[in-house]
T-cell receptor, first 114, second 113 residues
Framework: GAGVSQTPSNKVTEKGKYVELRCDPI?????LYWYRQSLGQGPEFLIY????????DSGLPNDRFFAVRPEGSVSTLKIQRTERGDSAVYLC????????????FGPGTRLTVL | KQEVTQIPAALSVPEGENLVLNCSFT??????LQWFRQDPGKGLTSLLL?????REQTSGRLNASLDKSSGRSTLYIAASQPGDSATYLC????????????FGKGTHLIIQP
């Protein structure tokens, strides 16, 4: 079956602009996660959804970052007033439930802020 | 705060050798531990998941062990092949299970043909 998909695969923007990154999880997966990976580092947790609600957003670095999952499927990560330090690969993952099931990752969106 | 460390950061071995990748974590109150593989420019592929109550998991040429009390896990790769070249990431899920993973920085593995 189809895996986790993310669009766009690459996004180049200018400092101060607004961006949206999209994640389509595996069909039927109730849990969805966003991570950010900088060069040479492991992924860092940003936010986790169970259904439509954000169960844990403790990893969001500041209030410029926001994510939604209005219908419990597709999720959008929104970044306002982008900064050069936001440049990274943003990874999305989904799992069947929230009970520690295997997380399946998408290919990521590479964000470059000029 | 949970911290995950992976040693070595990089490893290069000839094809056919058996090898061990190490992972340690500071807080033993984990729900499970996962090993992932990441190829350049790609997302992560789950290799093995070990529940906190388990000691090891095997899949083909891969074997992962977990010693929760000492905060350690190892990934054993038997009869390495050039196709095994990738970055291997270890990640832990904290107790309770409903949360994001905490990752190490990974071990960059090169298998020389």
């Amino acid at each position: 079956g189809a895996g986790v998909s993310q669009t766009p695969s690459n996004k180049v923007t200018e400092k101060g602009k607004y961006v949206e990154l999209r994640c389509d999880p595996i069909s039927g997966h109730t849990a969805l996660y966003w991570y950010r990976q900088s060069l040479g580092q492991g992924p860092e947790f940003l936010i986790y959804f169970q259904g439509t609600g954000a169960a844990d957003d403790s990893g969001l670095p500041n209030d410029r970052f926001f994510a939604v999952r209005p219908e419990g499927s597709v999720s959008t990560l929104k970044i306002q007033r982008t900064e050069r330090g936001d440049s990274a690969v943003y990874l999305c993952a989904s799992s069947q439930t929230s009970g520690g099931d295997t997380q399946y990752f998408g290919p990521g969106t590479r964000l470059t802020v000029l | 705060k949970q911290e995950v460390t992976q040693i070595p950061a990089a490893l290069s071995v000839p094809e056919g050798e058996n090898l061990v990748l190490n992972c340690s974590f500071t807080d033993s109150a984990i729900y499970n531990l996962q090993w992932f593989r990441q190829d350049p420019g790609k997302g992560l592929t789950s290799l093995l998941l070990i529940q906190s109550s388990q000691r090891e998991q095997t899949s083909g040429r891969l074997n992962a062990s977990l010693d929760k009390s000492s905060g350690r896990s190892t990934l054993y790769i038997a009869a390495s092949q050039p196709g095994d070249s990738a970055t291997y990431l270890c990640a832990v899920l904290k107790g309770g299970g409903a949360d994001g993973l905490t990752f190490g920085k990974g071990t960059h593995l090169i298998i020389q043909p």
